[in-house]
């Protein structure tokens, strides 16, 4: 049960919406109160969360659920932005930033 609290703080600090429609901007909202809430852990508590989470990463189990997430994520997002090009192609250079972020930080 733990592991599957860990996937989803997980999940709620990774996933982040690269647009924001007015569902999105709701979801959005909500990871950054999530965000926030971590944040305002004590050290010790954000230092059991992070140990708990890394334990529970090393579950080969969640690894690979990691992993099919992360490909999923990867296919919806070049879906998206292509998509968003082809709405305005101005939008190029952002596009390549972010995911630039994005593989640089390997999210």
Known sequence: MKSL??????????????TMSRSEGKKHE??????????SLSPADREKYQAARKRAMSN???????????KVDAEYRKILHLEM???DPSLA??????S???KKDDL
């Open 100 to 102: 630039q972020l994005r």
């Open 5 to 18: 609290a860990a996937i989803g703080m997980t999940l709620a600090l990774v996933i982040l919406p690269t």
């Open 60 to 70: 080969p189990e969640v690894a690979a659920a990691d992993e099919r997430r992360k």
């Open 85 to 87: 090009l082809k709405e």
């Open 93 to 98: 250079p952002v596009l390549d930033k972010i």
């Open 30 to 39: 909500r990871y950054h109160k999530i965000w926030e809430m971590l944040m």
